[in-house]
T-cell receptor, first 110, second 112 residues
Framework: RKEVEQDPGPFNVPEGATVAFNCTYSNSASQSFFWYRQDCRKEPKLLMSVYSSGNEDGRFTAQLNRASQYISLLIRDSKLSDSATYLCVVKHSGYSTLTFGKGTMLLVSP | EAGVTQSPTHLIKTRGQQATLRCSPISGHTSVYWYQQALGLGLQFLLWYDEGEERNRGNFPPRFSGRQFPNYSSELNVNALELEDSALYLC???????????FGDGTRLSIL
């Protein structure tokens, strides 16, 4: 089983739609969780950290369920500029390295 | 504030050659991480340096090595290049172990 699993997509949605991505992780010792965004042929950029109580940043909401080892990202009112690959990332306790999912591609169309 | 900078942007080598990739972290960041992003494989962790020491390495052969300098910049060296080493190599830095990592633009290494 892969350490971090994501649906590769692509998710094709119209502008204004709400879209949700899910991610599961296998290592229960995982300590920190992040969503990164990666545009085509560009570097990953931190979108948001994911906290146990859930957190929101504008149109983006992240949720963490430690019992189910599951992370989600909700994007409301999708914009064309949201088109990118969204990477689910976990950090294990005691290690500073990150483990990346392969990403979920989002395509927002006019 | 300048972000993580990497050089060169592109590097073309042939099999058997050696490649050196460079990374300058964000000012004040002491930890530097190297990742390989090969087509279809996602980001794979290569190496982590902190305060000049190698703290951890991923599941890569010894021909992948590096170092961190006193100014916290870092080099990644890949010896005896193979075709499958063709990938985007990304460097990231962070303020500390619990802080998010910020990535540079990457070096695209092509092996002919």
């Amino acid at each position: 089983r892969k350490e971090v699993e994501q649906d590769p997509g692509p998710f094709n949605v119209p502008e204004g739609a709400t879209v949700a991505f899910n991610c599961t992780y296998s290592n229960s010792a995982s300590q920190s969780f992040f969503w990164y965004r990666q545009d085509c042929r560009k570097e990953p950029k931190l979108l948001m950290s994911v906290y146990s109580s859930g957190n929101e940043d504008g149109r983006f909401t992240a949720q963490l369920n430690r019992a189910s080892q599951y992370i989600s990202l909700l994007i409301r009112d999708s914009k064309l500029s949201d088109s990118a690959t969204y990477l689910c990332v976990v950090k294990h306790s005691g290690y500073s390295t990150l483990t990346f999912g392969k990403g979920t591609m989002l395509l927002v169309s006019p | 504030e300048a972000g993580v900078t990497q050089s060169p942007t592109h590097l073309i080598k042939t099999r058997g050659q050696q490649a050196t990739l460079r990374c300058s972290p964000i000012s004040g960041h002491t930890s530097v991480y190297w990742y390989q992003q090969a087509l279809g494989l996602g980001l794979q962790f290569l190496l982590w340096y902190d305060e000049g020491e190698e703290r951890n390495r991923g599941n890569f052969p010894p021909r992948f090595s590096g170092r961190q300098f006193p100014n916290y910049s870092s080099e990644l060296n890949v010896n005896a290049l193979e075709l499958e080493d063709s990938a985007l190599y990304l460097c990231a830095s962070s303020l500390g172990e619990k802080q998010p990592q910020h990535f540079g633009d990457g070096t695209r290494l092509s092996i002919l």
